[in-house]
T-cell receptor
Framework: GAVVSQHPSWVICKSGTSVKIECRSLDFQATTMFWYRQFPKQSLMLMATSNEGSKATYEQGVEKDKFLINHASLTLSTLTVTSAHPEDSSFYIC??????????????FGSGTQLSVL | GNSVTQMEGPVTLSEEAFLTINCTYTATGYPSLFWYVQYPGEGLQLLLKATKADDKGSNKGFEATYRKETTSFHLEKGSVQVSDSAVYFCALRNQGGKLIFGQGTELSVKP
């Protein structure tokens, strides 16, 4: 089946540094990818929708200048947490939707990245 | 607004025990409902779905029935196996097409 590769699976960084998380669709093209964040014991929350070749669409309350999303090709989207602070420590998950349209239920998910900011 | 609430984990069961993971939702209109499963080290996978009231989704021995009157979509399995150990996420798809997830429930099945 379709596979989405997300790297790194975990990362520890110092406060004030930037961290990049990659999300790759390995055997399909994805015009649209999604980025989620989950704090402990809370729901998996959609942060932004990433569209190939255009600007990402951010959900209310998500700072676009802090969470930079780049979707430069049909198989790769990156999320960069800029000037990370301890409150950004969270579990980040990406998902990709095959093709150029279709239902959001046909999503393939990465295995997630646990970010810890010291 | 739209939201999904799941029972807190972790849930620990012995092999062959009966499983129920509760899920309730709040939504406008009639959302589609889903259960996703995340096995260790892997991404979330769609386990089952139901698109209208009284529909029953089923897969791999798991079942969930869309109950509009109680706004619930509880996940059940009659006899769990060690290989079912995973995190289970309940979700709805709202009128705008976005997936709204619960917080996930970790299931640990002991031999």
């Amino acid at each position: 089946g379709a596979v989405v590769s997300q790297h790194p699976s975990w990362v520890i960084c110092k406060s004030g540094t930037s961290v990049k998380i990659e999300c790759r669709s390995l055997d399909f093209q994805a015009t649209t990818m999604f980025w989620y964040r989950q704090f402990p014991k809370q729901s998996l929350m959609l942060m932004a929708t990433s569209n190939e070749g255009s600007k990402a669409t951010y959900e209310q309350g998500v700072e676009k200048d802090k969470f930079l999303i780049n979707h430069a090709s049909l198989t790769l989207s990156t999320l960069t947490v800029t000037s990370a602070h301890p409150e950004d420590s969270s579990f980040y998950i990406c998902s990709a939707r095959p093709g150029t349209g279709g239902s959001n239920e046909k999503l393939f998910f990465g295995s997630g990245t646990q970010l810890s900011v010291l | 607004g739209n939201s999904v609430t799941q029972m807190e984990g972790p849930v620990t069961l012995s092999e062959e025990a009966f499983l129920t993971i509760n899920c309730t939702y709040t939504a406008t209109g009639y959302p589609s409902l889903f259960w996703y499963v995340q096995y260790p080290g892997e991404g979330l996978q769609l386990l089952l779905k139901a698109t209208k009231a009284d529909d029953k989704g089923s897969n791999k021995g798991f079942e969930a029935t869309y109950r509009k009157e109680t706004t619930s979509f509880h996940l059940e399995k009659g006899s769990v196996q060690v290989s079912d150990s995973a995190v289970y996420f309940c979700a709805l798809r709202n009128q705008g097409g976005k997936l709204i997830f619960g917080q996930g429930t970790e299931l640990s099945v002991k031999p």
